[in-house]
C-alpha cells in the first residue's frame, strides 16, 4: 500500500481529462492506499472526485488563486505532500501539470519525471516516458524517497468508481514570491466551434492545402461532421490557419475517434499529436508519405478532389 497525493487541474468547471486519468493511475499506485486529491480553488470539481477514485478531497482557497500561479500551486502541493508523508506526487502531462509538478519537485530537492506511460511501483520506482514528442521512450528509475511525476496524456483511460470522498477545505500560506507568476488573461480561440482536444473527429489539413483557401475543402468536410478543424505545422508558419488548430508536438494533442489528415505527410513531430486517435484516415497524393504507416485507412489522391467528393457523398445519403 502507498499514500498517493493527485493534483487535479480544472478548466471552465471540470476535472481536465488527463488529470482524471492521473487519478486513475494513482489509484492502482495507491494499491488500497490513500488516493489524496488536490483541487486548487473549484469547489465543485472537489466534490465530485470521489466518484473518480480519490479517497480524500482537498480543496485548497485563496483569494490570490482565482488564475493559475505555478510557483503558489507547487508551494501547496509540496507542503500538502510532506504533511501527508505521499510516497507518490502525480499529475497530468499537460503544460500546466508538467509546470506545477517540475516547480513542486525543484522545491523539495526531489526528481521529476514527466509524461510517464508506465509507472512500476518498488524500490526504485521505474518510469517508462514518452520523450522528444512521443518518438522515443525512455526507461528511467526514479531514486528518491518521493516519486514526482506526471502521467502522458490519453495512456491511460480514466476510471469512474462511484466513490464518495470527505473533501477538506483550507487556506494556503502564500507569499508574493508565490504569486509572481500568474495567468492574466485569455484570448479565446477565433474559431470558438468545436475544441481540438475534445473533438471525436477531427479534420486536418497540411502543405497540400496549398494556401488557405485551400482549407475551404476541410473546413466544409469539418462542419458537415461536426468536427473540429486541425492542421501541421507547416500551415501554422504559412500563416494559413491560427496555431491553435495546429496537432503535434508543439501543439495540440488530441484523441478522436477519427482523424482525418489531407495533405499532411505524417512527420515524427505530428504524429506525436495524433497518435491517440483511434482511426486515422489519409488522403495524400504520395502513396509513400510517412503518414501512411500510421494509416487505417487511406485514400491516394488530390485533397482538392477527394475532400469535396466526401462531403458531396455525405450531403447525397442525408438527401441534402
Ligand atoms: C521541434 C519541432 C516541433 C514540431 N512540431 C510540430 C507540430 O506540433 N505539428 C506539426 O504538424 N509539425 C511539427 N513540426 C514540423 C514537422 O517536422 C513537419 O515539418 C510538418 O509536420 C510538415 O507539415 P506537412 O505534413 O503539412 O507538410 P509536408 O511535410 O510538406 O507534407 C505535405 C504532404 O502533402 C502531400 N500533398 C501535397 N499536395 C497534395 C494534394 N494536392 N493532395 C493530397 N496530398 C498532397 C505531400 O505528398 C506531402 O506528404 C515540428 C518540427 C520541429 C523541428
Redesign the pocket.
Given at each position: 500500500m502507498a499514500t498517493v497525493l493527485v493534483l487535479v487541474t480544472t478548466a471552465d468547471g471540470s476535472a481536465d481529462k488527463v488529470a482524471l486519468q492521473a487519478l486513475a493511475l494513482g489509484r492502482q499506485l495507491a494499491a488500497g492506499g490513500a488516493v489524496h486529491a488536490l483541487v486548487i480553488g473549484d469547489a465543485g470539481v472537489a466534490a465530485g472526485l470521489g466518484a473518480w477514485g480519490a479517497t480524500d478531497v482537498h480543496l485548497a482557497q485563496h483569494p490570490a488563486l482565482d488564475a493559475p500561479a505555478p510557483d503558489a500551486a507547487a508551494r501547496i502541493l509540496d507542503d500538502l505532500a510532506g504533511s501527508l508523508g505521499a510516497d507518490f506526487v502525480i499529475g497530468p502531462g499537460t503544460e500546466e501539470g508538467n509546470t506545477v509538478l517540475a516547480r513542486a519537485a525543484a522545491r523539495g530537492g526531489l526528481p521529476f519525471a514527466a509524461n510517464c506511460t508506465v509507472v512500476t511501483p518498488g524500490s526504485p520506482v521505474l518510469v517508462t516516458r514518452a520523450r522528444w514528442?512521443g518518438s522515443l521512450l525512455e526507461e528511467a528509475a526514479i531514486v528518491a524517497e518521493r516519486a514526482v511525476l506526471t502521467v502522458a496524456a490519453h495512456v491511460l483511460e480514466a476510471v469512474e468508481t462511484g466513490g464518495s470522498a470527505a473533501v477538506t477545505a483550507f487556506t494556503p500560506q502564500l507569499d508574493d514570491a508565490d504569486l509572481a507568476v500568474r495567468v492574466v488573461g485569455r484570448v479565446p480561440a477565433p474559431s470558438g466551434g468545436v475544441s481540438l482536444s475534445d473533438a471525436k473527429v477531427v479534420v486536418s489539413g497540411?502543405?497540400?492545402a496549398?494556401s488557405a483557401d485551400g482549407f475551404g475543402p476541410v473546413v466544409e468536410l469539418a462542419s458537415l461532421l461536426g468536427a473540429a478543424v486541425g492542421?501541421?505545422?507547416?500551415?501554422t508558419i504559412a500563416g494559413w490557419r491560427p496555431h491553435t488548430e495546429?496537432?503535434?508536438?508543439?501543439?495540440t494533442k488530441i484523441a478522436p475517434e477519427l482523424y482525418i489528415a489531407?495533405?499532411?505527410?505524417?512527420?515524427?513531430?505530428?504524429l506525436?499529436?495524433c497518435k491517440g486517435a483511434k482511426r486515422l484516415l489519409a488522403?495524400?497524393?504520395?502513396p509513400e508519405?510517412p503518414?501512411m504507416t500510421a494509416a487505417d485507412y487511406a485514400v491516394i489522391?488530390?485533397?482538392?478532389e477527394?475532400l469535396p467528393a466526401i462531403s458531396a457523398e455525405i450531403r447525397r445519403t442525408r438527401g441534402a
Open positions: 514528442g497540411g502543405r497540400g496549398g492542421c501541421s505545422r507547416a500551415v495546429q496537432v503535434g508536438q508543439t501543439g489531407a495533405g499532411i505527410s505524417g512527420a515524427t513531430q505530428h506525436a499529436g488522403i495524400n497524393k504520395d508519405a503518414i489522391g488530390d485533397m482538392a477527394v
